[in-house]
């Protein structure tokens, strides 16, 4: 392969990685037109992102399997695919169930396309500076994206309709699927045999979907059936070859920690997305566009980070003391949300706890996935990075469904407070971490 097509590959797979990043900040400032157009209730509209993440999150390991397996470029493809022809229905939807259902559909398409794009991206380059490059470059349009998703979601919803929030991934994943052939190398047969942990990702993801129903719904015996089913994963997972999620990588400390860390930020970060949009529109009455730009800065800080700062910071102080730090300023912006009043101003009320959360989730989220790989052998650094994006997406998915159930039971300033609760954790766990020298560079870009 050429150097020129082996960077127009590379642009290609950050494409479809770059519609999956819109998708996830675009949805969330058209959420309240949606629950006004479909009658979604507070604790029912969590569906909308919860039934993408909740899918998103239980196929990421499947899905990297089934590229190991079957191909990686078949399989990215098919992804992309799923996800565009999802996004048409989400965008033509009329009807609660239309779209949570289509949202689930894309949950599954995403965890293909983002669980191998990496892998893809990662067996382009063997050369290290070429690597570094890539992933730098990565990082920022993962971050950039969710600037992008966020400006366009408030434009979109303003000029045309919430529908639109889906229907703009039609372009973008029509060009990934028609260039896919051309650009990326054909798929080669594993080098040995693997068998598929079928059974697990069944247990794992049925336990996970039954257990944000059991919050949203306020039906708690119901977790006690999750329970049992996370129960038989855990004994699938200890028993099969093969298995979906290697239960040895958590008798490493780092990776536990960081793990349980991951699940509070994104439990934290997901219901700050979610419920500061609903109270902009609902309790300041902000339009849609207007949401759009209050979430602006803290989204570029957060590019910002990932451009290099974030590596820079790990470089000089490790590991813990960004985490700590990070954790902390969020907890601190979720606190000032808190405490807003209900007739708050942007300068006032809006734009300092914003500003927080951009350098709280900037300065943490490198490295804490540098904390779940640090300590893990290189052959399995992937499925380690696999591990805590998991935990990323079932923390935010269930998260979001307590705090999205508590603000509709006790108000918006209480969902706050507990999202202020898990940051505030989530520090202070971060000092269980045991330092290591500090980190290359290049490993800190995603």
Known sequence: MTERKRWLAFYLLCAGEFMIVIDTTIINVALPSIQVDLRFSDASLVWVVNAYMVTYGGFLLLGGRLGDLYGQRRWFLLGT???????????????????????????????????????????????????????????????????????????????????????????????????????????????????????????????????????????????????????????????????????????????????????????????????????????????????????????????????????????????????AGGMLLAAAGLGLFALAPNGGGFMLHVLPGMLLLGLGCGMALNPVMLAAMNDVDPSESGLASGVVNTSFMMGGALGLAALASLSEARGYHAAFAAGALFAAVAAALAGLLREREPVAAEQGAH
């Open 81 to 323: 695919a799923l996800f565009t022809v999802a996004s048409l229905v989400c965008g033509l939807s009329n009807s609660q169930w239309l779209l949570v259902t289509a949202r689930a559909v894309q949950g599954l398409g995403g965890a293909a396309v983002s669980a191998i794009a990496l892998s893809l991206i990662m067996n382009l380059f063997s050369e290290t500076a070429d690597r570094a490059k890539a992933m730098g470059i990565y990082g920022f349009i993962c971050a950039g994206g969710g600037s992008v998703g966020v400006l366009a979601g408030g434009l979109l919803t303003s000029a045309l309709s919430w529908h639109w929030v889906f229907l703009v991934n039609l372009p973008i994943g029509a060009l990934v699927c028609a260039y896919c052939f051309t650009l990326l190398a054909p798929d080669q047969a594993p080098a040995q045999q693997r068998r598929l942990d079928v059974w697990g990702a069944v247990t794992v993801t049925s336990g996970s979907m039954l257990a944000v129903y059991a919050i949203v719904n306020g039906r708690y015996g119901l977790l006690a059936v999750a329970a049992v089913l996370f129960s038989v994963f855990i004994a699938l997972e200890s028993r099969v070859r093969d298995p979906l999620m290697p239960l040895r990588l958590f008798r490493i400390r780092s990776v536990a920690v960081s793990n349980v860390i991951g699940v509070l930020w994104a439990a934290a970060m997901f219901a700050w997305f979610f419920i500061s949009a609903l109270y902009m529109q609902l309790v300041l009455k902000y339009d849609p566009m207007q949401i759009g730009l209050a979430f602006l800065p803290a989204n570029v800080i957060m590019a910002v980070f990932s451009i290099g700062l974030s590596a820079k910071l790990v470089m000089r102080f490790g590991l813990r003391l960004p985490i």
